[in-house]
């Protein structure tokens, strides 16, 4: 069974379209011979990961236990990979208040990242720390280093996504980067003045395995902004977009390039 890569996919928690980007992953899985896929909607789902080559995580404001955080820590030291999208590394609290009402969204105040707080031995695997994001716009995305397999050949491009801002934990192998600044509907931030070449695809090594980890990726079905906003406008992000698409593929790839 050594041509056989099991890969474990977790998709969910909250504000995005989690069934979409299930099945795009799912589909690219497909066209490897190699991968066997498993799935679950949180954490509670992973499997013993003995015998795994890699997972992929896609989630927002849904984080491990410490047993759980340990049990991958221990999985991507041992040679295990992670491929991370998106919220991931986000967990949200909002402000006591006043309430805010943005882009028809009403939250009962600002948005603030507790993430590092809520469990930092998953933040320090994953490599970063989200804090905050623009609205939705057009990025520029520019390849920093077309020397990892996942990069190589790839030229710069341009998508449609949000622009996250995270702090960096760890040192990271940045493969995309891009510069963006302007304010932050609804977080604490606010208006973020600096645009420094921000990591949109790094590499993070960890004992004998290593993460990979992009913050592109939104996407929002019809009903999942609730009970923030009953209806939303449908948001397929990037998850249509061949160039997204080709960096998940390789991405899952990676994950099924590994030796364990």
């Not at 990069?151 to 996250?164: H, S």
Request: glycine share 10%; aromatic share 8%; with cysteine.
């Amino acid at each position: 069974m050594g041509d056989v890569k099991r890969i474990h996919v977790v998709t969910g928690g909250k504000y995005h379209d989690f069934d979409l980007a299930r099945l795009r992953v799912l589909e690219l899985m497909a066209e490897d011979e190699r991968i066997r896929a498993s799935c679950s909607m949180d954490y509670d789902g992973l499997p013993d990961l003995d015998g795994y080559a890699g997972l992929v995580l896609y989630t927002c404001d849904l984080m491990p236990t410490d047993a759980q955080a340990e049990a991958m820590d221990d999985f991507v030291r041992g040679g295990g990979r992670i491929l991370a999208l998106h919220a991931v590394n986000a967990h949200l609290e909002f402000t006591d208040g006043p309430e805010i009402v943005t882009s028809d969204v009403r939250i009962p105040g600002l948005v603030m990242s507790t993430a590092e707080d809520v469990s930092p031995l998953f933040m320090n695997l994953l490599g970063s720390r989200f804090v905050t994001h623009l609205a939705a716009q057009e990025i520029r995305i520019h390849v920093e280093d077309a020397d990892h397999p996942v990069t190589r050949g790839l030229q710069d491009f341009t998508i449609v996504d949000e622009p996250y801002v995270a702090t960096p934990l760890g040192e990271l192998r940045t493969l995309l980067s891009a510069c963006y600044k302007g304010p932050t509907p609804g977080y604490v931030t606010g208006e973020i003045t600096d645009d420094p070449p921000r990591p949109q695809l790094y590499v993070k090594d960890h004992g004998k395995g290593g993460v990979l980890y992009s913050p592109l990726g939104h996407a929002c079905g019809k009903y999942d902004m609730r009970p923030l906003m009953a209806e939303a406008p449908v948001v397929r992000g990037p998850w249509d977009d061949s160039n997204y698409l080709e960096i998940v593929k390789r991405g899952i790839g990676w994950l099924a390039d590994a030796s364990k």
